[in-house]
């Protein structure tokens, strides 16, 4: 039982603790049974995606996402694919941007229909988002420059602070196995019944019955930080 | 309305301020309020030194200052005010006379990098020192890039800029720029040639995202690299550190002139550095700078020993929401190489408002603490389950390792079962729930 793991621009994309996101799904698919490869690739670097089990790609700063998004252009029929094929990848912090149609003029990879619009300053909020695909509430941390127009694949219900557009209540994008939120920073080791979910998810594609394990000092964590946010709703 | 009277309410309002306990802010406030220009009606000295970077401006400001005054200089300086455009302009007008006039040699300002473009519109600093730029309240300030974007628009062609040549992003302030002074550490014994830290946000050229070359480094990512692409590189500096003797406590500048170190560590050297060349450039001699820097204790001093329970503890104040702050405490300890217990304390997350936003821990080299020396590890604090989770994904064995929420009980466990000395590592915002417990 062997799982790879891609960390796609692992260097650039990394600005507030997103390596973290590794680290937390390496241990869990490893405390299920699974041997993990984690591949680090970034600029310059050939990607084959059809090898990989899950693609992680952390947030970056507005010049970083620029820099890799022209690299990851050369790639946009691979990734398509990998998406449409069900491949799990999960995208957080400004980094789901690039697979919209364009930022502002420039053009993006055009694998889904939203066009990004970059903001004159940083919009920044502590969040709660709810979601149909789980129970528990999403807690994190939000800090952008961009909102988001024409989503229509929407992951999160926001709850508390702010969503990806000013105008409307919802965040993030979740299509097939894809899974993108402007949520920046470790959100895997934060949350873990999304942790969870990634877990599942895997053991469904290689055929092995998950094990229910307790991590005593994440619920307890995750548990403050809701109890926090709570309070100033 | 007359300047006179403007520069009047100022004082009045600062003087009560000060008797109710109030900060710096309104005065400057209520005086730009009742006329925007006033700055164009006073006259400032010819000399005005800003220093802003996101780690070492106030000491680096506090280091200037007392250069300057023990010099016999006539300084104004918002050492213990606010550095945003509002308190500075508080602490100008109180240093004026009557006819507008400030009664100062020279103007010695510490301002938030944030609100340099605002500051700036009211007067231009003679000398802009930009001590570095990285990770520090991302919250607040999104990332080192972006305020480098800030500062870039504040910043026009008469303003001197004293540098530190070591950092690729704050340097790249001078890139194909005339008017600039660098500053920097030379190679030494402490410089080192693998970047071991958890992240590096100079692995690639600033300006074109070429990968750099590097040479060495001093820490984290300051160092000497070049980028083949576009040239910007560490330039040739005006003044150096030309040795650093860390056991020794000692810092060589311009390879003439050595100096006893309070605390000793590559980032207050810097900041000597910094507080060095400026002053240089404003007129002092070296000689004279050295004789103030020697065996300088800071006002503020981040660290503070004490005795608990017969053991020598040291409290080592540390920035929420910095990793490099957190990493210079942290490299202390180690460097230390003495049998110790170390408290780290997480209980309010930001040092200016409320957020939840713990991801800046995972930027923090708690490897480091893998050393034999550190036997025991306290964490405690509100969120103290973020820093165990942090903990779980270092090599440091878990037995070492203690987890306590409640402070008054971290307290009786510091106390009782400490082994060697003990060092507190926690920020200015929590150390006083350490300090008022002991
Ligand atoms: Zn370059």
Redesign the interface.
């Known amino acids: 039982m062997k799982v790879k793991i891609l960390h796609l621009y692992y260097?650039?994309m990394?600005?507030?603790?997103e390596?973290?996101n590794v680290?937390?799904l390496e241990?869990h698919f490893q405390d299920q049974g699974f041997a993990v490869k984690v591949d680090n690739k970034t600029?310059g670097d050939e990607l084959n995606f059809s090898q990989y089990d899950f693609i992680y790609i952390g947030c970056g700063?507005?010049?970083?996402l620029e820099?890799v998004s022209k690299h990851l252009a050369n790639y946009r029929e691979d990734i398509k694919e990998y998406i449409e094929k069900n491949g799990l990848i999960l995208c957080t912090g400004n980094s789901f941007e690039m697979f919209g149609k364009s930022i502002d003029d420039k053009e993006m990879l055009n694998i889904f229909e939203y066009t990004v619009k970059r903001l004159k300053d940083?919009k920044?909020s502590?969040i709660i988002y709810t979601s149909d695909i789980l129970t528990n509430k999403i807690?994190?941390?939000v800090?952008k420059?961009g909102e988001i127009e024409n989503n229509y694949h929407n992951l999160f219900k926001v709850e508390f602070g702010i969503g990806c557009n000013k105008d409307n209540k919802y965040e993030g994008v979740y299509y097939k196995n894809f899974f993108g939120t402007y949520v920046?920073?470790?959100i895997l080791?934060?949350n873990p019944e999304l942790l969870k979910l990634f877990v599942i998810k895997l053991c469904e594609k290689e055929n092995i019955k998950y094990k229910e394990i307790k991590y005593e000092?994440?619920e307890?964590?995750y548990k403050?930080?809701l109890t926090?946010?709570e309070k100033?709703k | 309305m007359k300047k006179a009277i403007i520069i009047l309410i100022n004082k009045i309002i600062s003087k009560i301020g000060k008797l109710v306990g109030k900060g710096s802010s309104l005065p400057g406030r209520i005086s730009l309020k009742l006329d925007k220009d006033i700055f164009k009606k006073i006259v400032l000295p010819d000399k005005i030194i800003v220093v802003t970077g996101s780690n070492g401006k106030t000491s680096t400001t506090e280091m200037i200052c007392n250069i300057l005054e023990r010099n016999g200089l006539r300084v104004g300086c918002n050492k213990e005010g606010s550095n945003q455009t509002e308190g500075v302009t508080t602490m100008i007008l109180n240093a004026c006379n009557f006819k507008g006039i400030v009664q100062k040699d020279v103007l010695v300002i510490e301002s938030d990098e944030r609100y340099t473009r605002n500051t700036f519109k009211l007067f231009k600093p003679t000398y802009l020192v930009i001590t570095n730029l990285y990770r520090d309240q991302m919250t607040r300030n999104g990332h080192p890039e972006h305020i480098y974007n800030i500062i870039k628009d504040a910043i026009t062609d008469d303003i001197s800029l004293v540098l530190n040549a070591d950092d690729p992003l704050s340097s790249l302030f001078g890139y194909k720029r005339d008017n600039v002074i660098y500053y920097g550490m030379n190679r030494n014994s402490l410089s080192h040639t693998v970047n071991k830290s958890v992240y590096n946000d100079s692995k690639y050229c600033p300006n074109c995202k070429t990968l750099l070359q590097y040479d060495y480094y001093n820490y984290a990512h300051i160092g000497s690299y070049l980028c083949p692409q576009c040239g910007h590189k560490r330039e040739n500096v005006t003044y150096a550190i030309t040795d650093l003797r860390l056991s020794e406590g000692q810092v060589i500048f311009d390879n003439d002139y050595n100096i006893k170190m309070n605390m000793s560590s590559p980032y207050s050297a810097y900041n000597m550095l910094a507080a060095y060349s400026v002053c240089n450039l404003v007129g002092i001699e070296k000689k004279q700078i050295v004789n103030v820097l020697n065996n300088y204790v800071m006002q503020n001093d981040r660290v503070q020993t004490f005795k608990l329970n017969g053991h020598n503890a040291m409290l080592l104040t540390s920035k929420h929401e910095n990793s490099i702050s957190y990493n210079q405490s942290l490299e202390y300890v180690v460097r230390e190489n003495k049998d110790c217990t170390v408290v780290i304390i997480i209980d309010a997350v930001s040092r200016k408002y409320f957020t939840s936003e713990t991801s800046w821990i995972w930027d923090i080299d708690f490897e480091l603490l893998k050393e034999k020396n550190v036997k025991k590890i306290i964490l405690a604090g509100k969120y103290v389950y973020d820093l165990v989770q942090r903990f779980d994904y270092t090599d440091i064995p878990k037995e070492k390792i203690l987890a306590i929420q409640d402070l008054d009980e971290m307290m009786k466990e510091t106390k009782e079962n400490s082994i060697g000395n003990i060092y507190v590592v926690t920020c200015f915002s929590d150390r006083m729930k350490f300090l008022d417990r002991r």
Request: no cysteine.
């Open positions: 260097d650039l990394n600005l507030y603790g390596y973290g680290k937390v241990r600029l700063t507005e010049k970083n820099h940083r920044t502590d807690v994190g941390f800090n420059m920046s920073g470790p080791a934060r000092n994440e307890k964590a403050l930080v926090e946010l100033r």
